[in-house]
C-alpha cells in the first residue's frame, strides 16, 4: 500500500464539496490505489461548523477503504498543516447588489491569508487547487504570498468550463465527447472567456472542417459555454456543483497523470498568447510529470482569437488593478 497523501479542502460544509469528497475518498482524483487523509475546513460558525460534521459522517458511514483519515477544523493552520494538496473550494458569494469590486477585494482578504498559511504549514510538496471564485484572481493573490513554495504549484479551474465546451461541441457534431480533443480555455473564469475552437479535433479533422457552422461556432457556441454557469442557476436554483466538483476531480487528475493531451488550466502568464505578465489565465498546457506540467506556447492563434483573448486579458488586468494592493 502507498503511504496516504493529505489533502486539505476548504468550503467542505458547500455544495461543490457534497459531491467533491466522496470521489475523492473513493480514488476517483488520485487512484485507486491511493489512500488519502482528508483535512476539512470551514468557517467558525457554529452552524456551519455543525453541517461540516454531518458532511464527515456520511463521508464515515461509506467507509471508504482508502480514506484513512478523516479530521475537521475551524482554523486554517490546523487544516493546512502538512498537506500535499490545498482544494479551495470555499469564498464567500456574491450577494444581491454587491459590486463586483467588492467581491473581489472580499474574497482577497480570505485568499491572502490562506495563501500565507500554506506556504508557512503545507507539505513541501504541496499544490494548490483555487476553485472559489472570482479564481484566477484569487489564484494570483494566494500564489503572491509564498515564498517557500513555487509559484507554479497554484493553478485555477477552468475544466469545468472546457468540460462543458466539449460536450457542446460533441453534441453538434453528433459524435461522443471523448471524440472531441484539444478544446482549450483562455483567460479568465468568467463569461469573457474564449474556448478556442479553432485548434479542437473532432476525430482528428479539424473542428471547423466538421462543424462548418462558423456563425455557430463564433456565436451561440462561446455564448452557451460563456453563460452555462448562469442558465444551471436560472435552472436549477442554485449553482453548478456536481460538474464543478467533476472538474476539480479531472482537474488534479490529469495534472497528476503523465500524457500528451492537452488540458485547461488557470497559471502565472509569462505574457504568452498576448496575455499581460503576471496576470492569472487559463491556457493549454501539458503533465509532464506528477503535479507538473508545461505551459504550451506554440497554439496558432487567429486574428478572431486574439480579440477574444484580448477582452478576456482586459478583464484580468482590471482584477489585478482592483486588488493591487493584496498582491505583497
Ligand atoms: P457554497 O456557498 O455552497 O459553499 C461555500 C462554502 O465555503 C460555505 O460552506 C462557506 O461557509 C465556505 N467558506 C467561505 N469562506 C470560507 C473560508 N474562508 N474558509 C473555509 N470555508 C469558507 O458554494 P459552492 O457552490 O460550493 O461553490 C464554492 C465556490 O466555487 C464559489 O466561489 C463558486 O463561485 C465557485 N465555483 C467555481 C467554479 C469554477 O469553475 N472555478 C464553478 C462552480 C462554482 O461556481
Redesign the pocket.
Known sequence: MKPPVTIAV????????YSLLPRIAAGEMLGKDQPVILKL???P?DQ?QK?MRGVAMELEDCAFPLLQGLSLHAE?ADAFKGANWCLL?????RTKGMERADLLKDNGK?FVE?GKIIDEVAASDCRVVV???P?NTNCMIAANQAKRLPKENFT??????QNRARTQLAKKAGVKVTDVENIIIYGN?SPTMYANFNNAKVKGKAVTEVIKDRAWLEGEFLATVGKR?AAIIEARG????TS?AN?CIDHVRTLTTVGPDLHSIVVCSDGSYGFAKGVWASMAVKTVAYGKYEVIKDQPLTDFCKAKIKATNDELVGERDTVKEMLG
Open positions: 476548504t468550503g467542505a460544509a458547500g455544495q461543490i464539496c475546513l470551514e468557517l460558525i456551519v453541517a486554517a473550494v470555499g469564498s464567500k458569494p480570505i490562506q476553485v472559489g471564485n479564481c485555477a479551474m477552468t475544466r469545468l468550463d473564469h454557469g442554485s449553482s453548478s456543483a464543478a472538474a
